[in-house]
């Protein structure tokens, strides 16, 4: 008998830490953005590391590989949305903030593109899909296990042709564009790296004379975690028009945004 009730008790505290692990601590962590990026970031994701014995990229890339249709960027896009919806989160721009990604890529056709910040390739992926022929985006990634994961993403999209992907420091490789690289301006920079390295590389662009009149950029995450500094320069300088749109934190009903700002030269 005593068996039988410590048995009960195993079963019944295991099914307890089962639901609070699967449904109601995200439920909760849904609205608060300090716990949700603890919750998902830090503790989920090291779960999973020590259990599967991979890393989150890792898995996105097996998410990819099973149920994504090779040379169809949109399908990978949806993989990843649906691996990150239903089963691990993680810090792409998301499904929500994506459709306001493409519509500003749409809206600005651009020939040449500068993302920073590539992460596992959700975004660039997005992007390089939508560009016009002959386009060239260039994306920056600082840490090497990133680029191994979205180098495969990328090729899995079928996009290698139109993405460069460049492994390394922002502040370092942004003043080699024009020599290096071979592109006087942008005319639209994707900021989805390190959120204190936002103002700094912007100004950097400036001073490498990377802008042109009509440059846009467009920056993740400004609400949460937040880009105060960035924010403040970009809506308080003259020499750019700001507008926010009110999206959410990816994946989550936390409030963050994009800012799209064009430089007025």
């Known amino acids: 008998m005593m068996w039988l009730t410590l048995l009960y008790s195993i079963t019944g505290g295991a099914a307890l830490l089962y639901a609070l692990y699967r449904w109601l601590i995200p439920a909760v962590v849904q609205y608060h953005a300090g716990l949700a990026l ?114 495969q993403v990328i090729a899995w999209a079928g996009l290698e042709d139109k993405i460069q992907l460049v492994e390394g420091a922002s502040g370092d490789l942004i ?19 390190w959120k204190d390295r936002y103002l700094p590389d912007t100004k950097l662009m400036e001073e490498c004379g990377l802008l042109r009149k009509g440059s846009v950029l467009l920056a993740d995450n400004v609400i949460c975690p937040g880009t105060p500094d960035y924010l403040e320069f970009v809506r308080s300088s ?13 994946y989550t009903k936390v409030e963050d945004g994009l800012e799209k700002s064009v430089f007025l030269g």
């Not at 649906?82 to 810090?91: F, K, P, S």
């Not at 003259?238 to 934190?249: A, D, G, N």
């Open 38 to 151: 603890i919750w998902h970031d830090v503790i989920v994701e090291r779960i999973l590391d020590t259990v599967t014995q991979s890393t989150r990229p890792q898995r996105i890339l097996g998410a990819v590989q099973q149920n994504a249709t090779r040379g169809d960027p949109r399908s990978v896009v949806r993989a990843i949305d649906q691996y990150c919806r239903n089963q691990e989160w993680a810090m792409n721009v998301g499904d929500e903030k994506g459709c306001i990604l493409d519509s500003v890529v749409s809206e600005v056709n651009p020939a040449t593109v500068l993302e920073l910040g590539t992460y596992c390739g959700y975004s660039t992926v997005r992007i390089a899909s939508l560009l016009p022929p002959h386009a060239k985006l260039i994306t920056l990634e600082f840490n090497p296990e990133f680029a191994v994961i979205a180098r």
């Open 238 to 250: 003259p020499r750019y028009e700001s507008q926010y749109f009110k999206s959410h934190l990816e």
């Open 175 to 193: 003043p080699k564009m024009k020599e290096q690289f071979g592109v006087e301006t942008f005319d639209l920079v994707f900021l989805d790296h």
